[in-house]
């Protein structure tokens, strides 16, 4: 079957570092992709990735390993506004997004 | 711009009867999407569809229809609801089918 993994939550201090994981298997690859969910709201698009590497945007970087089947999702300088959830979504040979079940990010002043 | 707007944002409804979710699009995307949101779990394709006039069915389709007469609409039917249907409901849309997708704002749906 298709799986994506993420930790549930995630504490951390504003101003700090956090890396959130994700590990997936997949019937094919056609990419990954990161969405971030603040409570009540709508998901929104912050990453693809489709390549080995690091693709970097601001505060948010994504990383993505193929071989592992593994990508994370590294934020810096943490805000209060990054309190979130952050989905990670693997796109399959159907082109159908497989979505993890989140990752919600606490962060302390 | 509005971008995907949802109706109704909320619905409390009684088991047995039939509802409507609408979702309506400005972006002149292809692709549309419908998606349950329960807690715990990752989002679930309900339907989809590539371009008008075609849909497919996703993870969970069993008790939900969908229709695409045009690009930008793509109303979601729950025929007879159960309370195992009571879900946050997304409609999201992309310009094709390996790119970001944009979500409607979600409609909370309880069954009773």
């Known amino acids: 079957g298709q799986n994506i993994d993420q930790p549930t939550e995630m504490t951390a201090t504003e101003g700090a570092i956090v890396q959130i994981n994700c590990t997936y298997q997949t019937s094919g690859f056609n990419g990954l992709f990161w969405y971030q969910q603040h409570a009540g709201e709508a998901p929104t698009f912050l990453s693809y990735n489709v390549l080995d590497g690091l693709e970097e945007k601001g505060r948010f970087s994504s990383f993505l390993s193929r071989s592992k089947g593994y990508s994370y999702l590294l934020l810096k300088e943490l805000q209060m506004k990054d309190s979130a959830s952050y989905l990670c979504a693997v796109m399959d040979s159907n082109y159908q997004l497989i979505w993890g079940a989140g990752t919600k990010l606490i962060i302390k002043p | 711009i509005a971008g995907i707007t949802q109706a109704p944002t909320s619905q409390i409804l009684a088991a047995g009867r039939r509802m409507t979710l609408r979702c309506t699009q400005d972006?002149?995307?292809?692709?549309m999407y419908w998606y349950r949101q329960d807690l715990g779990l990752g989002l679930r394709l309900i339907h989809y569809?590539?371009?008008?006039?075609?849909?497919g069915k996703g993870e969970v389709p069993d008790g939900y229809s969908v229709s695409r007469a045009n690009t930008d609409d793509f109303p979601l039917t729950l025929a007879s609801a159960v309370p195992s249907q009571t879900s946050v409901y997304f409609c999201?849309?992309?310009?094709?089918?390996?790119?970001?997708?944009?979500f409607g704002q979600g409609t909370r749906l309880t069954v009773v």
């Open positions: 999201a849309s992309s310009d094709s089918m390996n790119t970001e997708a944009f």
């Open positions: 569809s590539n371009t008008a006039g075609t849909t």
């Open positions: 972006m002149r995307h292809n692709a």
